[in-house]
């Protein structure tokens, strides 16, 4: 009984549309425009990498009344550093200075702002190994060479790990 009704309802409403031409509309001039057909379409995907690199971030500090002073302090510690690295296995491709920099201290503590009491010098390096080593072990033999800033630990994709699953 539906069935009939809903198809009775299409044969009118087909009849009524087809009758209504632009003749049979008074006064009117009715232009009909001609749909082309499209197709769209929506979509989206995700997929799920599992991270395979590591990068650490580690860093020596100290402040010295002597900005070459400080440097030097610094270089030493931070060649201290490398050769044990490169000693657990680590090698140049591993191990990239990030930032290096000696930033003056000023007397703010008796508002004497031109004058300069001591020196900071930083040298900061990353560290980038595969996520599946204990990064922990390079973190301590680092810390326990002169390292006294780890800043940053990043579990990351390659990008060769990106290229191949793009």
Avoid: C, H
Avoid at 19 to 42: A, D, F
Avoid at 49 to 62: F, M, T
Avoid at 145 to 150: C, I, L
Wanted: zero cysteines; proline letters at 2%.
């Amino acid at each position: 009984m539906k069935l009939t009704w809903i198809l009775t309802f299409f044969v009118i409403l087909t009849i009524s549309v087809v009758s209504m031409s632009p003749s049979s509309v008074r006064g009117q001039n009715i232009v009909l425009q001609e749909e082309k057909p499209t197709i769209s379409t929506v979509g989206s995907a995700e997929k799920e990498i599992p991270s395979d690199e590591s990068r650490i971030s580690l860093a020596v500090e100290n402040t010295n009344a002597n900005a070459n002073t400080a440097r030097k302090n610094n270089a030493d510690k931070m060649n201290t550093i490398i050769d044990v690295l490169k000693q657990a296995g680590l090698t140049d491709e591993n191990i990239t200075t990030s930032n290096f920099q000696i930033t003056p201290n000023y007397d703010y503590e008796n508002s004497n702002y031109d004058r300069i009491i001591s020196y900071t010098a930083l040298n900061k390096i990353e560290l980038k190994t595969s996520a599946n080593v204990n990064i922990s072990q390079f973190i301590d033999l680092a810390v326990n060479n002169g390292a006294n800033r780890v800043e940053n630990i990043d579990f990351v994709v390659s990008k060769k790990t990106l290229d191949e699953n793009s």
